[in-house]
């Protein structure tokens, strides 16, 4: 039978979001429905609301989560009712040309859910990355269900369906950070604070935390920044530059998603270093650069898709460090909120007061 459950929808591009009816319906062949346990407040879920990724409203929003499989449908056989899992938006589908080619990281033909599921007026709602999960159910690709060690606790575990997973995976897989490099983050929220822990596991020798924001760059610190930038007081380019012996960093991660934060990246680097865009940027956005630069400084500028993730190789692995205390993403959980406060939180994620909001469900 579909379910009828609370969920949060976007109705319209920069209007305030609230809890509607959401129907959930049966899981079909490949799918599951999963109660959501927890599910963390992206800057992705606001970039919807305000129609910065696509006009398809209504939305149903919250994709950084962790639940219990309830149900699932035919066919399903890699996950069964009762599992803890993460929710992940790129469940790789093993056929397309970069999955056959070996890397299925880069997966161009990801799975979703073929249902959807509606308002209880039969509209049919797309759910951010294909997930939806702020909301007491969800139905998903069985592919989206990442199974993880139960012994995190649900609030931690979400957080690495999205952002601190995009975070970590932009420093180690795409920027692929390792001993002794010098590492520079642009932007020190979730994502960037994350791109810090993942530079710290990596074993960089200097990690430069830059924001404009002085209660960021303070939680930067306790990530393992070495060092920080107030981006508003100078030039961040120079500053970077003074910090690296006068020649730049080998890696730099713009965790903004902005044309001026990504120039920054591009020249902060070495020569033959790597910039890194793990922020999303909007519709609207522009480069203007010359193309020499590109030339004469060498080296690769890179986009991070989920940080170059494999859920069911990274999800596991970066668990089990959390479990034996060697990756504390427990301090990116600022507060736990109910799911009426969603709307409020991205207030509160505007003003720079949290790392993460995490709904949490009874
Ligand atoms: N690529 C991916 O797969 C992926 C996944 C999740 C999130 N994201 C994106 O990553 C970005 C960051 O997400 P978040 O959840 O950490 O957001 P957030 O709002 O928590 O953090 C953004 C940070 O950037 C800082 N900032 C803003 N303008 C700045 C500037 N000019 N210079 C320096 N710092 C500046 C803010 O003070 C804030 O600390 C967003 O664009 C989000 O959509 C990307
Ligand atoms: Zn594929
Ligand atoms: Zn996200």
């Known amino acids: ?69 309830e149900e699932v449908g035919e066919g399903v056989s890699t996950i069964a009712p009762g ?86 995976g932009a420093a180690i897989n795409t920027g692929g950070v390792t001993r002794g490099d010098t590492v520079a983050v642009i932007g020190c929220g979730g994502v960037g604070s994350a791109a810090i822990a993942g530079a710290v596991l990596a074993g960089a020798s200097k990690i430069i935390a830059v924001d404009i924001d002085q209660h960021k760059l303070t939680w930067a610190e306790e990530f393992g920044a070495t060092d920080h930038v107030n981006a508003s007081d100078g030039d961040v380019v120079e500053r970077i530059r003074d910090l690296t012996g006068g020649v730049g960093a080998d890696v730099v991660i713009d965790a903004v998603g902005h044309p001026d934060t990504w120039k920054q990246a591009f020249y902060a680097r070495d020569l033959a270093g790597t910039a890194v865009l793990v922020g999303v940027p909007t519709p609207d956005m522009r480069l203007d650069m010359p193309l020499q630069d590109f030339f004469s400084r060498g080296g690769s500028v890179k986009s991070s898709w989920y940080g170059d993730c494999l859920p069911s190789r990274d999800f596991p692995m970066l668990v089990d460090l959390h479990l034996r205390g060697r990756l504390p993403l427990d301090k990116f959980v600022t507060e736990c909120i109910a799911l009426e406060q969603v709307e409020e939180s991205f207030e509160r994620m505007r003003r720079g007061d949290v790392l993460r909001s995490v709904v949490l469900f009874g």
Request: glycine content about 14%.
């Open 83 to 168: 599992d803890f899992v993460i929710l992940n938006w790129r469940a790789v589908c093993g056929q397309c040309r970069a999955c056959r080619r070996g890397r299925p990281w880069y997966c161009f033909d990801t799975f979703n859910a073929a249902q959807p599921m509606t308002l209880s007026d039969g509209q049919p709602l797309s759910p951010a990355l294909g997930i939806g999960a702020f909301a007491e159910k969800t139905l998903v690709h069985s592919g989206q269900c990442t199974l993880v060690d139960s012994r995190i606790r649900p609030e931690v575990a979400g957080l690495l369906g999205c952002g601190i997973m995009a975070g970590l």
């Open 1 to 69: 039978m579909p379910q009828q459950v609370r969920g949060i929808v976007a109705m319209g591009k920069g209007e305030p979001v609230g809890v509607r009816s959401v129907t959930v319906p049966d899981p079909g062949p490949g799918e599951a429905v999963v109660a959501v346990r927890a599910c963390g407040v992206c800057h992705t879920d606001l970039h919807y609301r305000e129609g910065g990724i696509t006009d398809d409203f209504p939305f149903l929003l919250g994709h950084e989560a962790a639940g219990v499989v």
